[in-house]
């Protein structure tokens, strides 16, 4: 596994502007993670077992926090049940988690990530409320499939954009779904984001028992440049007729040794965040290259979302 100076040097197409005074990741004694939905909840309760730290995570919602804690209880329960932990281990990791509806309690994390749903304004104003309420050493890192993490950065700066104080904490970490099961994670920079950012986060990553990859800020930035366009190609090869639903996964599946194809990954994905990355993709780079499936587009305006809405291109 590559150390944080090695992925730094591996980052060598990364350009840094700004420097800042974060901790290092060995002090990160307190995470902090909003939004208990399907990543937050993932990346809270793997930070609880596997960096063993107190994570304070928030919700607007007190319904997503009831249920996302009754979801990381009952993973929990299947991970003694199948003796891959102890009961002692399940009681400290849960003992860990703690659910707040508040964004203030935030006040005392080292580092925080960010993973309430994909919607520019959504984010930028939570950024701008963390460089408020959070430690001025703590690390505030996005979760985001595809908005750029420049202009999540650029939030942070109370309109004093030449003033890095806060933009140069602000990095992306790209979690895979889901996140106890994928060792990947995209650490991602933007123009403002220090070097002792990018390491920390790199570092802390690791503790989480994460590979990391480094890329630089361009529209899908590795992960979904590469795999949303392979799923749009096959949205498309079911659209005009080139193969049916099970031929397009099942030589996928069969003939590049991936664990599902890529219309079963669509649903477990979600057809609408899918959707969403590929616009991102066409219409930052401009390149028709990129023009979402007329299908696709479909399926999200009749509600098909996929696995989370009980229909896509499977039933479930
Ligand atoms: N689902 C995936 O496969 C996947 C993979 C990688 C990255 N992501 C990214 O992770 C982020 C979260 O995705 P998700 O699938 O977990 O979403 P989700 O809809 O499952 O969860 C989002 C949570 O955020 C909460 N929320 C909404 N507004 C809030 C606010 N103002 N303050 C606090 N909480 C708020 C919601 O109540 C919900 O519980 C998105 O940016 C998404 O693009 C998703």
Known sequence: MASARQALRLAGRVRHFSSTAARPAAEVK????????QM???????????????????????????????????????????QRITQEQADAARGLLQPTTSIEDLSSVDFVIEAVPE??????????????????HAILATNTSSISITRIAAATTGGKPTDTTNSSRVVSTHFMNPVPVQKGV??????????ETLETAVAFCRRLGKVASVSADS???????????????????????????????????????VPMGPLQLADFIGLDTCLAIMKVLHSETGDSKYRP?????NMVDAGWLGKKSGKGFYDY
């Open 119 to 136: 919607i520019p304004q959504l984010k930028f104003d939570i950024f701008a409320k963390l460089a408020e309420v959070c430690p001025k």
């Open 219 to 257: 529209p899908g930035f590795l992960a979904n440049r590469i795999l949303m366009p392979y799923i749009n190609e096959a949205v498309i090869c079911l659209e005009t007729g080139v193969g049916d639903r099970d031929s397009i996964d099942s030589i996928m599946k069969n003939g590049t040794n």
């Open 30 to 37: 307190r995470l902090g993670v909003i939004g208990a939905g």
């Open 40 to 82: 937050g909840l993932g990346i809270a309760l793997v930070a609880a077992q596997k960096a063993q730290v107190p994570v304070t995570l928030v919700d607007l919602s007190q319904a997503s926090l009831d249920k996302g804690i009754a979801f990381a209880e009952k993973l929990l329960a299947k991970d003694v049940s199948k």
């Open 293 to 297: 499936s007329v299908l696709l587009r």
């Open 186 to 195: 995209e650490i991602i920079s933007g123009l403002q984001t220090s070097p």
